[in-house]
């Protein structure tokens, strides 16, 4: 099957084509990756290629309770356990780069941090904190022209120390909702300067970001997410879409980058990707291209078949299922997650599902 074939990305040799997709699991400590963490990673391992949770590129970019940071030594250290469990393991990983944007609330942030947006646009509903539970979504500050060139800043040096800590490369999050997202959606990106007003501009702040991580650690080791028709965190479609997106690709085309990985979330209950904009991407995108979305043993080898996706990606079956790979190879049963232990602290429903196969 082509499912369990070995496959190049860019310069990486990887086991086979499975990825395990990023992932929000708040088990960090003080933003920093600890020991419980490098044991999960390692336990799932036998994934072609690992992507981190969303990783704070910055002190602005935390949004969630406990998820981990890029942005400082200790943090550094902390990743470094995470790989090299990884890679005794035989696996290779890639670092979610993940700045929120409007998606935070102070209390989940440091006294000295600032929730930024494209546009001074509040999210509907509440963020919960662990300080005081859900709280409603701040509006957010217009980031000035200042600001984002700092943010672009932010993400070349958060890769920069992804690398140092043993990453085989990075992930830039364009997707969900977050700020690389918001700035790309007229839903919350409202500008009126060269960053905002037209497709072009809405996605000149990607593309700012993704050159500015290539010319840092090079193609080979940067690859992007994007959600085009996603609606999580208070985005919609809007008129133009596909061609906003299509003119996306042939920039990053322009950038060599070594994946483009397309979010999914229908079988989670969002609206269905149409299967045409999905067809367009992959036609446009000259490297390797990851499917992702609701997927099982089945699903995924039928696209890699109908070479729909050079790479396919599953989220939640990882979590429970630290040995999906090996289950998917025996035709075994896959265990059902625990929903109630998806980002709540300590081991339980994070190291301790069972392993069905001997690895």
């Known amino acids: ?48 290629l690992i992507i981190t949770e969303g990783t704070a590129p910055s002190k602005n970019g935390l949004g969630y309770a406990r998820i981990p940071g890029i942005y400082s030594s200790d943090q550094v250290e902390g990743w470094k356990k995470v790989t090299s469990a990884v890679h005794e ?15 935070s ?32 979504y701040p509006v957010p500050e217009e980031m ?10 932010e993400f070349v040096t958060a890769a920069k120390n992804a690398i140092e800590s043993g990453m085989d490369g ?11 997202n918001q700035f790309l959606s007229p839903n919350s990106n409202q500008r009126t300067d060269e960053y905002g007003g037209t497709a072009e501009k809405r996605n000149r702040f990607a593309i700012e970001v993704a050159q500015a991580v290539v010319e840092a650690i090079g193609a080979d080791k940067v690859g992007i997410r994007i959600s085009p028709y996603g609606v999580f965190n208070d985005l919609a479609p809007f008129d133009g879409i596909d061609e906003q997106y299509l003119a996306l690709i042939d920039a990053l085309n322009a950038l060599d980058l070594v994946y483009l990985h397309i979010v999914d979330h229908s079988g989670m209950g969002a609206p269905e990707v149409p299967k045409s904009i999905k067809q367009k991407l992959k036609t446009a995108f000259k490297n390797t291209f990851i499917s992702s979305g609701g997927l099982d043993k089945e699903k995924a080898e039928a696209i890699l078949e109908a070479k729909e996706g050079d790479l396919v990606a599953f989220g939640r079956p990882f979590i429970s299922n630290p040995d999906l790979v090996e289950r998917m190879k025996e035709d075994l ?14 081991e339980k429903g994070y190291t301790d599902y069972e392993v069905a196969v001997v690895q």
């Open 333 to 346: 049963e896959i265990a059902t997650p625990d929903f109630d232990t998806f980002y709540t602290p300590g």
């Open 105 to 136: 609330h102070p209390l989940n942030m440091t006294d000295d941090a600032r929730v930024v947006a494209p546009s001074a646009i509040a999210m509907s509903g509440e963020m919960y904190t662990d300080a005081e539970g859900n709280q409603a």
């Open 1 to 48: 099957m082509k499912l369990f074939s070995s496959y190049s990305l860019g310069p990486l040799s990887l086991q086979n084509s499975i990825v395990m997709a990023p992932m929000t699991r708040c088990r960090a400590e003080n933003n920093i990756p600890t020991d419980l963490m490098a044991e999960y990673y390692a336990q799932r391992a036998s994934a072609g």
């Open 144 to 153: 000035t022209l200042e600001d984002i060139q700092e943010a672009i800043q």
């Open 89 to 103: 393991k035989g696996g290779k990983i890639f670092m979610q780069l993940m700045h929120t944007g409007r998606v």
């Open 170 to 180: 990075v992930e830039l999050h364009a997707a969900n909702g977050y700020l690389i």
